[in-house]
């Protein structure tokens, strides 16, 4: 971490003293009173901020305070219903992200904008072509492919090779390109000084990515501008010079690092003051000696795992934490059933053998419910409405008279019970999930379970992408499901809700188990000692 | 819960919504108006209960294709089903004197041919569109072979009572059935299991594998009520038309897509519903029967149909839910 002391409002001058915007101490970028409404509902209100040269800017604020739609506003993929925005003092209305990009500014998307089927270089150079064309007005491909190799190079990607079609890297890398292409778009434009904005970048990253992310953005720090939106709070602190926070549409406050902590932004956020306890370990129940099993694993072998053996007990919360291709989430598809899943050893689920074969019928069957990693694709339908989604796995259990007709005053008596329970808010039960914050999408994810009052529920990342009010809420709910007799299986990138939630943690590295740890509430391990067995 | 109204507010159904539900319907009524004011016998009585003839059929086809396409697949060979199920129908009256017996056994084709479909598409793993388009032509060459090459006649009166007779008042008994198996059809996509599994396989295959529903019996039931429905739809056009010719059910798959998407039921599936297809049915129906009784060229017609077709699809489909729109 760079030691530059931070003096409020005149800090540009300790910075860089080459940048010759920072001399001028004039703000880079001016929003002003800028507004944006979809289909009449405002999602930003008159919205006014500045960004400064050399500075690592953060905007913090739950889903559905408009942090995206800035950005999008920013970097000229949104036009502003009203308001203005100034870039080094001259009027600034880009015609779509490429003049933004020629203009100095580029942007890290939250779901990757990349091409599957085109060449690395092709995507990080996609719609800019034009600046390798040569005097006959062809595209120099080997200029862009180097450009990209030192792109790559500079982050860290050197294994990345550019002339490879994306879709043969996995998730994580992609992940990268997709940073990568913000800086190698930078420098094609030879901007001096530009300013990239990142859209919650490490939602889907852990570990040594995320490092590498974070040490190339503090090694830009001289150079040019960021704009960082991120959900994970540790971060803002990690990096951020100065924090807005938005709020229902509103910047109501600015915080300078010397004012900045957790808590502080969490209750500007939320309205409310983080409980102490946010992972509640307060209600942590004990291991017990003599505790019921639920899920019992052995030998599960095959597809990215090798040798995995463990056991789950009732009302335990069991996390499983590792570093990308370690094998976990396999694990969690292995006992659901979610093709494809490593085949080998066996499962037992409730004292149910699971077979290989529509092992996801089998498993439900059994008592299991399975929250899936990405809720878009794998947890709902967007497109159907939430009572819908909610009762899509226990419509068997509400036929009426026995014949495959719908009782619908139950569908609609169930669903409107968990609702209340999950406090999931929607005003109309039949509205589209497309149209709810991802926060209420998770909880009808887990409103679907819930229904069926699962004997097991495997969790992938459940609190991905969701802001700190909800995420508090699926905690309280895990303490509830544990108290119940509920067995959690919690599969977590993030290593502080790993810790805090869970009762027993296992690590993975490569496909197999490497140390057990207990995390009774008042002994938890530290992320430094996971970390350490993790890499 | 004003902060849960606040919080909901900011994501509201758009209005543009709202419009497409009622697009078709302002669409039909558009069509109403024009084609009464050109001319007064387009009001008529008699010309109602023609509309009511000429459209009984393609309901069918249209309900039928409406499981289909819920699913996010498609059926082409309902046209060939058609005829090869009137093809059928016509012989077993005409050469085994079958009567009323032939209605089960154009059930049967129908349901034979929705499970070869069925077959090819999820056990064969070939993609419905290129599955359905060779179907089309096996059981096109299937209604050759067992039909000669010849129109088929033959006389019975309990065919013709069901297709011409009027059972309640002065329904046309062939729009009565029609109405009546829609109804059931439209009854199973809205209030059963499998009627909102449709919507689940159709919308996100991963999310209803993992929720443990049998995503292959589902699309196989869709190809069998395709099939099915078509069958049925054969039947009752040979019934009322007393002769099968070869290629008299091939018009019917170019309307059914198109009274299935200006229904609202779009092409990748997921969205819509089987009670759609009435809407979608009765605007192209109103749009054959008018120029007809407007008197416009039968091959203007077919100019003037697609082009409103274009022009109700590109209105009607909503863009927003359709991830593909090639």
Known sequence: ?535 | MTSASQELSRRAMPRSDLLMLFLPLILLLAQIVVFGLINDRFFSFPNALNLMRQSAVLLLVASGLNFVILIGSIDLSIGAIVTLSAIVVALLVRDLGFGLWSLPAAALVGLTAGAVNAFFNLIGRVPSFLATLGTMGIFTGISNIIGGGFNIHFEDPVLGWIAAGRLIGPIPNVALWSLILFGVVSAIGARTLFGRYLYAVGGGETVATLSGIRVQAVKAGAFLMSGLMSGVAGFLLVARAGTATQRMGDSLMLDAIAAVVIGGTALSGGVGGIHRAIIGVLVIAVMSNGLNVIGVDFFLQTIIKGAIVIVAVALTLDRSKSEFVK
Not at chain 1, 20 to 40: D, I, Q, S
Not at chain 1, 81 to 90: A, F, P, Q, V, W
Not at chain 1, 248 to 275: C, K, Q, T, Y
Not at chain 1, 405 to 428: F, G
Request: hydrophobic share 45%.
């Open chain 1, 1 to 535: 971490m760079s030691s530059v002391t931070m003096t409020g409002e005149g800090h540009v001058a300790a910075r860089s003293p080459t940048s010759a915007f920072a001399m001028a101490k004039t703000p880079r970028l001016v929003v002003e009173g800028v507004g944006k409404a979809y289909g009449g509902v405002p999602v930003l209100k008159s919205v006014s901020l500045e960004v400064r040269p050399c500075e690592i800017l953060g905007i913090a604020g739950e889903n559905g305070a408009g942090k995206s739609t800035m950005l999008r506003i920013i970097s000229g993929i949104v036009r502003p219903d009203s308001g203005t925005l100034r870039l080094d003092g001259n009027p600034f209305a880009p015609i779509g992200y490429a003049a933004a990009v020629r203009s100095g500014i580029s942007m890290v998307f939250q779901e990757q904008a990349l091409v599957p089927n085109i060449a690395v270089y092709e995507n990080l150079f996609l719609a800019h072509e034009k600046a390798f064309r040569n005097r006959f007005g062809i595209v120099d491909r080997n200029a862009a492919i180097a450009a990209a190799a030192r792109a790559l190079d500079d982050l860290g990607l050197g294994h990345i090779n550019p002339r490879r079609q994306l879709r043969e890297f996995g998730f994580e890398d992609r992940q990268m390109i997709e940073i990568a292409r913000a800086f190698a778009l930078a420098s094609l434009y030879r901007i001096a000084e530009p300013i990239i904005l990142l859209d919650e970048p490490t939602a889907a990253i852990a570990g040594k990515e995320v490092e590498a992310l974070f040490n190339r953005v503090e090694a830009f720090r001289g150079r040019g501008s960021f704009v960082l939106v991120t959900h994970r709070l540790s971060e803002y602190l990690r990096l951020c010079d100065r924090v807005y926070v938005f709020k229902d549409g509103e910047n109501i406050d600015e915080v300078g690092r010397d004012r900045m902590n957790e808590e502080r932004l969490h209750e500007l956020m939320v309205g409310r003051v983080r409980s102490t306890h946010y992972y509640k370990e307060d209600r942590q129940r004990p291991v017990a000696e003599e505790a019921t099993l639920a899920v019992e694993v052995r030998n599960l072998s095959g597809r990215g795992v090798k040798e995995v053996s463990f056991v789950l007990n009732r009302g335990e919360v069991l996390g499983i934490g590792g570093l990308l291709g370690c094998g976990k989430e396999d694990v969690g598809q292995a006992i659901a059933g979610a093709v494809p899943f490593p085949e080998g050893g066996e499962v037992f689920v409730n004292g149910s053998a699971l077979p290989v074969k529509r092992r996801i019928e089998a498993a439900i069957a059994a008592g299991l419910g399975y929250v899936p990693r990405e809720r878009k694709a794998e947890g709902l339908v967007p497109y159907l409405p939430l009572r819908w989604n909610a009762s899509l796995a226990m419509l068997t259990r509400l036929r009426r008279f026995g014949l495959p007709w719908i009782d619908r005053s139950s569908e609609i008596e169930h669903v409107r019970k968990e609702m209340t329970r999950l406090r999931i808010k929607a005003a109309d039960p039949m509205q589209l999930c497309v149209y709810l914050s991802g926060g209420n999408q998770q909880k009808v994810v887990l409103a679907k379970w819930l229904m069926r009052s699962p004997a097991v529920l495997i969790l992938q990342n459940p609190t991905r992408g969701i802001d700190v009010g909800t995420k508090e809420e699926i905690y309280s709910l895990i303490r509830d499901l544990s108290e119940a007799g509920v067995a959690i299986l919690l599969i977590s990138d993030d290593l502080p809700e790993l810790i805090g939630i869970s009762s027993r943690i296992l690590l993975m590295r490569e496909g197999t188990i490497v140390r057990e740890y207990a995390a009774p509430a008042d002994r938890k391990p530290s992320e430094d000692e996971l970390i350490r067995h993790m890499v």
